[in-house]
């Protein structure tokens, strides 16, 4: 069991360059979750989706764009990335939202923007 | 949204017991995470806390209280693997979860 993956694993882009950010999960989990993690701030939301074929805003979502077109994937899109979306993205899934139903969180994509 | 404080650093000997004190303030309450991170990877769940009280999982506590917003994550019998940052994270009435900074605990031989 695979759990949750994220692809890639690092990355370094230029600044106005177009970058997805893939995440896929194998346990049928109805919500996704797209965080960033920069040093002294902690984790912060940027995109969520409650179930397949929808998805909300987080704490910082401009200049980042989801989709959910079915329950395992959950891509996450810099249209035109500037250095201030250096950072590590962590993609994280739960069986629902509400609950005892902890966010189960994949191994991350360190991105540099340059 | 959340306002969630943690300290940043804690040291401590192996075999000692440590202490995480978590406060937050939320315009609503829908439960309390602890994460641990291990430095370059991803957090894992520890513990969650709903209800006021102490929830017991082996070495690792987790105390909640909601008339005071605090919460603390109790470390007993420490060992070198624990040395780690512990996340402490607040669900919102939208079942979104907010993050406080991490605390960075370093376990000392």
Redesign the interface.
Known sequence: IAGITQAPTSQILAAGRRMTLRCTQDMRHNAM?W?RQDL??????IH?S?TAGTTGK??VPDGYSVSRANTDDFPLTLASAVPSQTSVY?CASSET??G?N???????TRLTVL | ?QN?DQPTEMTATEGAIVQINCTYQTSGF?GL?WYQQHAG?????LS?N?LDGLEEKGRFSSFLSRSKGYSYLLLKELQMKDSASY?C?VRDRD????????TTVTVRA
Do not use: D, H
Request: net charge negative; no cysteine.
């Open positions: 979750y965080y002294g701030l902690g984790l912060r939301l969520y409650n987080g704490e962590f939202t509400g005892y902890e966010q189960f969180f994949g191994p991350g | 949204g969630i829908n995470f990877e991803a957090p894992t769940f969650y709903v996340l994270a079942y979104k979860l907010s993050f406080g900074a991490g």
